[in-house]
């Protein structure tokens, strides 16, 4: 917690994280903060002002601007609280994103790039195009030794014009940096440039747990890596799903892999054996049509169950030339697909309306019209108007 004055408050809009209509509230600028903003590849903190939410800290120039939703007095003095949780999350994964990347540059040459601090994970993206599996299980060997060995984390502040700054790793500094450079060092590791929020030993990050890579952009690598307390969440939703694994197959952890294997071949095997009966079933059906002493014009069928292929199959068997065939599959209350078949000319007429009744798209050619309907409850529409133009079609019928 830390105690402040409030000097501005200003009408803003935010933009939520992830979309949506814009939240109305407030800019507020303070004397201090202990609230970090967005910067260096790292989020920004929460935390209360008195007792009023921060949404988003963001940096001006050398200022913060604390995004809440009520106003605040100018001038009023202000208990800041800071959400202590999120903080020392970000201060675990980001002084483990230096270590790992000063300890990747040493071991391989892999010069890190850029870095991303996401809620479940974070990546760092080497300048490389090749990442080996032994690599990062030497790089995880050697990055944790160091936690072990609880090596001190300090910051130092530099003047602008220090010459020392020239022998720091850094990215550049913004274009609206003012006063002095901030230099993060784990003692005899790293000293980076950096406006982040760090652990004071490496010891504070507990365990370093490099999931892999992931191809990145061109001749760039992903390596994907948690720290500290994501460790242990990752450990219990890894627990959590392996014992609703070992429930549900009857079986150990040890087996659970073959287990889905062996379902995964009965599955398709059953799929198979699916689709053999529904094209059986498609050909009874236009046979039985077919052997009735009076075909009739039109053919209107719907069946649960089935696809594109079983529609054209009794489309293809009781044939189109004088038959008007409108078939559909799908759940009655939900998505589906249909398949209007007949006459070049009638479907060429007919096949974008029976779409639009179905609320649906579709396309067609050589007297066939099919697609997607996401209004299958609207069939009955459809027969009507076939119906209706075929009467027209054939007036004395």
Excluded: Y
């Excluded at 720091?168 to 982040?196: F, Q």
């Excluded at 053919?299 to 292929?309: A, N, Y």
């Excluded at 779409?355 to 009507?384: C, D, T």
């Amino acid at each position: 917690q830390f105690t402040t004055r409030v000097v501005s408050c200003r009408a803003a809009e935010l933009r939520p994280e992830g979309g949506g209509e814009p939240v109305r509230g407030f800019q507020v600028g303070l004397e201090d903060t202990i609230l970090f903003p967005e910067g260096g590849g790292q989020p920004d903190d929460r935390g209360l002002i008195g007792d009023v939410p921060v949404l988003r800290v963001t940096r001006r120039g050398p200022e913060a601007v604390h995004f809440v939703p009520a106003a605040l007095e100018p001038g009023a003095e202000v208990l800041l609280t800071l959400d202590w949780e999120r903080r020392f999350d970000h201060m675990q994964q980001h002084s483990g994103q230096h270590l790992i990347s000063a300890v990747a540059e040493h071991m391989f040459g892999f010069k890190t790039t850029s870095w991303e601090l996401g809620r479940q994970r974070g990546v760092i993206e080497l300048d490389t195009p090749l990442v080996t599996a032994e690599q990062v299980e030497a790089l995880e060997k050697s990055v944790n030794e160091k936690i072990r060995d609880r090596v001190p984390v300090t910051v130092r502040e530099l003047p602008a014009d220090d010459p020392e700054i020239e022998t720091v790793k850094s990215r550049g500094l913004p274009d609206d940096h003012v006063g002095p450079v901030r230099v993060v060092d784990i003692e005899g590791i790293d000293s980076n440039l950096c406006c982040g929020t760090h652990v004071s030993n490496l010891s504070d990050l507990q365990v370093i747990k490099l999931l892999g890579v992931e191809k990145g952009k061109k001749n760039k690598t992903n390596l994907v890596f948690l720290v500290g307390n994501r460790v242990l969440k990752s450990i219990e939703q890894s627990h959590s799903t392996e014992k609703a694994l070992t429930s549900l197959l009857k079986n150990g952890p040890g087996e659970h892999v073959e287990a889905v294997k062996r379902l995964q071949s009965s599955v398709k095997l059953l799929q198979k054996n699916n689709l053999n009966l529904l094209r059986d079933i498609a050909v009874l059906i236009a046979r039985d049509f077919k052997s009735k002493p009076a075909p009739k014009q039109l053919f209107v069928l719907h069946r649960k169950e089935g696809d594109s292929e079983f529609m054209n199959i009794i489309a293809n068997e009781i044939g189109t030339e004088e038959t008007l065939l409108f078939l559909t599959v799908g759940d009655e209350k939900e998505a589906g697909l249909f398949l209007l078949a007949g006459p070049v000319e009638a479907v060429e007429n007919l096949g974008p309306r029976v779409a639009e009744l179905l609320g649906g798209k579709g396309a067609g050619k050589r007297g066939r019209f099919q697609g997607k309907a996401a209004k299958m409850s609207r069939r009955g529409e459809v027969q009507a108007l076939l119906q209706e133009f075929l009467s027209h079609q054939n007036p004395g019928a």
